[in-house]
């Protein structure tokens, strides 16, 4: 059974850091696109950062320089470092897989992605 289990959220004042997992089962993370998402219950989904199976990663600008993805391979677990934190960062969290079809173009148009975490809360406040 394909599944992603997201988890290390919390609460962190601003400037503060996180990092999130996300354990994969039932197939490889290193074989297919993975990203992470974010989504604030009055805004859209948003893509947070995207990394290919050759290991290259695109971050929305909001993110860039304070976020990093990363995965294990080994432990099939998909992670982002997430460094001075602002309070619009506060959000859901969800990690995505697009399953046989690699990277869309648009890495961030989550509509493709077809299998998703349950999500996890960030929230960043003083």
């Known amino acids: 059974q394909v599944q992603l289990v997201e988890s290390g959220g919390g609460s962190v004042q601003p400037g503060g850091s996180l990092r999130l997992s996300c354990a994969a089962s039932?197939?490889?993370?290193?074989?297919?696109?993975m990203g992470w998402f974010r989504q604030d219950p009055e805004k859209e989904r948003e893509g947070v950062a995207v990394i290919t199976t050759a290991g290259s990663t695109t971050y929305a600008d909001s993110v860039k320089g304070r976020f990093t993805i990363s995965q294990d391979n080994a432990k099939n677990t998909l992670y982002p470092q997430m460094n001075s934190l602002k309070p619009e960062d506060t959000a859901m969290y969800y990690c995505a897989a697009r399953l046989g079809l690699g990277c869309p173009v648009n890495k961030f148009n989550y509509y493709v992605y077809n299998v998703w975490g349950q999500g996890t809360q960030v929230t960043v406040s003083s």
């Open positions: 039932g197939y490889s993370i290193g074989n297919e696109c």
